[in-house]
T-cell receptor
Framework: GIQVEQSPPDLILQEGANSTLRCNFS?????LQWFHQNPWGQLINLFY???GTKQNGRLSATTVATERYSLLYISSSQTTDSGVYFC??????????????FGQGTILTVHP | EAQVTQNPRYLITVTGKKLTVTCSQN?????MSWYRQDPGLGLRQIYY???????DKGDVPEGYKVSRKEKRNFPLILESPSPNQTSLYFC???????????FGPGTRLTVL
């Protein structure tokens, strides 16, 4: 099946700093999503971005499908950005329609 | 408000006592699925459904049952729960042809 690797596994920042999270995947995809898992365990949809670039406030994401990677940018980080960030993809081929394969996540800690 | 709801949000039970976790979506989505999240193993798909009365196994279906009698509901049934089913469970849905998946708030299950 498709493999998803996220880096870095852990990231510690001071409030106000910028960061870039990376997601590499091993095959063609028809879905790529970025999630933020908050301390209560909820998965918050950040971006649906199988290709191209999107921005939402301080967050933006870019997926280069031909090179099989996606980047999540967080600017001017805040303590509320802390949590785990997941990249998840659905393979464009195969029979497992719609199944999202998740990376292991990046644990982000933002200190005041 | 468009959403996926799950109940209960938290449950502590004992081995062998049948339980059902409900999932409902109000977006008229055809595709629904269940995932479990475990430390070190990430999120894995349990079962999915592409429409009413159409269900299929995901990666970790053992010990679980599902049904899809109505488009909006997709309950997860544990006929005889065991401690290895202690986990955080998520229900998700999306419209066929539009791959962005929307997740419920999660159900934290403990089986003693």
């Amino acid at each position: 099946g498709i493999q998803v690797e996220q880096s870095p596994p852990d990231l510690i920042l001071q409030e106000g700093a910028n960061s870039t999270l990376r997601c590499n995947f091993s095959d063609s995809v028809n879905n790529l999503q970025w999630f933020h898992q908050n301390p209560w365990g909820q998965l918050i949809n950040l971006f649906y971005i199988p290709s191209g670039t999107k921005q939402n406030g301080r967050l933006s994401a870019t997926t280069v499908a031909t090179e099989r990677y996606s980047l999540l940018y967080i600017s001017s980080s805040q303590t509320t950005d802390s949590g785990v960030y997941f990249c998840a993809v659905a393979s464009a081929g195969g029979t497992s329609y719609g199944k999202l394969t998740f990376g292991q996540g990046t644990i982000l800690t933002v200190h005041p | 408000e468009a959403q996926v709801t799950q109940n209960p949000r938290y449950l502590i039970t004992v081995t062998g006592k049948k339980l059902t976790v409900t999932c409902s979506q109000n977006m008229n989505h055809e595709y629904m699925s269940w995932y479990r999240q475990d430390p070190g193993l990430g999120l894995r798909q349990i079962y999915y459904s592409m429409n009413v009365e159409v269900t299929d196994k995901g990666d970790v279906p053992e010990g679980y049952k599902v049904s899809r009698k109505e488009k909006r509901n997709f309950p997860l049934i544990l006929e005889s729960p065991s401690p290895n089913q202690t986990s955080l469970y998520f229900c998700a849905s999306n419209r066929l042809g539009l791959n962005e998946q929307f997740f419920g708030p999660g159900t934290r299950l403990t089986v003693l």
